[in-house]
């Protein structure tokens, strides 16, 4: 087994490789002058079982790009297998026609993946799960809900819920609450274009309650500050949020710092900047572990569901 690293996010691949007690692979992946990827494997691929880690970020075109690269690569070398290991699934949101002439991204994203090369995709906490039927190879979509309730379990809340921003997150919220032993409640809220959202009615009793946001990104925060708001206005005690993918967008850093959130939990999947995060309102935790653990099963052939049970 090789594990490789794009330029997304070499701390979090660093991390997964010390859970391993191996290396990254040895390659060269720098740019030409004029912008375009240079890259090359510096040894021997023949045969192994590659895992390429890369996320998305900031510059995810780019990423993306990057990723194919690396893929085509270590076909052409000759690897046995070649796993994409993508933390963050870009593209994630455009996964359904919510109007006519529109594409599908998500799925875009998938045979891109598919042509260059990727006999399998490790990846957490998709946007929807219906993109694992976008592949014809195999996927396994980690959540990272356990990450986040060790973290709640130590703040030792009283009277808690768990929230879902929308309709569809209600089974990634009902799993995380009933791992907290909490009660569950949903926001009901429009989204007349993207980016905003209109926050209507909170489902469920949250009056005198301390409450966790959990939904699978935070990006402009928009949607998050207004949430945490009309929770608050149904009389919750402490507001929380935990958002596995801190996209943080726009003037999302500044909405978070000034907003009632106690705290934003997030994890690694994305670098989160140190300079986003000079109030503390931010805590990133590290999934490392996880994706460490689900390479080496995946690697060994045991089962990665059991990771949830």
Same mark, same amino acid.
């Given at each position: 087994? @090789? ?50 880690? %890369? +996320?998305?970020?900031?510059? =995810?075109? #780019? *990423? ?11 076909? =052409? ?16 949101? %455009?996964? &359904? ?32 799960? %219906?993109? !694992?039927? #976008?592949?014809?190879? /195999?996927?396994?979509? $980690? ?11 130590? $703040? ?18 009902? &799993?995380?609450?009933? $791992? ?11 989204? /007349? %274009?993207?980016?905003?959202? !209109? ?32 929770? @608050? =206005? ?10 596995? *993918?801190?996209? $943080? ?23 989160? /900047?140190?300079?986003?995060? !000079? +109030?503390? @309102? ?28």
């Amino acid at each position: 087994m @090789k594990v490789f690293s794009g330029s997304s996010n070499k701390d979090l691949a660093k991390e997964v490789v010390g859970y391993l007690g191996m290396d990254l692979g040895k390659s060269v992946l720098e740019r030409f002058s004029d912008g375009e990827i240079h890259f090359y494997i510096d040894e021997n691929v023949r045969g192994e079982d590659v895992f390429v880690i %890369q +996320t998305g970020s900031q510059e =995810r075109n #780019f *990423h993306l790009m990057e990723l194919f690269i690396m893929i085509d690569a270590l076909k =052409r070398a000759s690897a046995e297998r070649i796993s994409a290991v993508i933390p963050y699934y870009s593209y994630s949101r %455009q996964d &359904w026609k919510d109007r006519p002439r529109v594409p599908l991204t998500a799925r875009l994203v998938a045979d891109l993946l598919e042509s260059s090369g990727a006999d399998r995709v490790l990846t957490m906490d998709l946007h929807s799960p %219906q993109i !694992q039927g #976008f592949f014809s190879v /195999p996927v396994d979509n $980690l959540m990272a809900q356990g990450v986040f309730a060790k973290y709640v379990e130590g $703040l030792n809340l009283d009277n808690l819920s768990v929230i879902s921003p929308d309709a569809g997150g209600v089974g990634r919220a009902k &799993w995380f609450a009933k $791992l907290l032993n909490a009660d569950l409640g949903i926001i009901d809220k429009r989204r /007349p %274009q993207p980016n905003v959202a !209109q926050v209507f009615n909170v489902i469920g009793e949250v009056k005198g309650r301390n409450v966790v946001i959990l939904d699978d990104m935070v990006d402009t925060a928009g949607t998050l500050v207004k949430s945490a708001e009309a929770l @608050k =206005r149904e009389g919750a005690r402490k507001v929380y949020a935990a958002c596995t *993918h801190a996209v $943080l967008s726009g003037k999302a850093v500044e909405r978070i710092n000034n907003s009632i959130l106690e705290k934003l939990i997030v994890t690694n999947t994305i670098p989160v /900047p140190a300079e986003f995060n !000079q +109030t503390g @309102k931010i805590e990133v935790l590290s999934v490392a572990e996880l994706f460490g653990e689900a390479i080496r099963r995946i690697h060994e052939g045991s089962s990665v569901s059991s990771l949830f049970t």
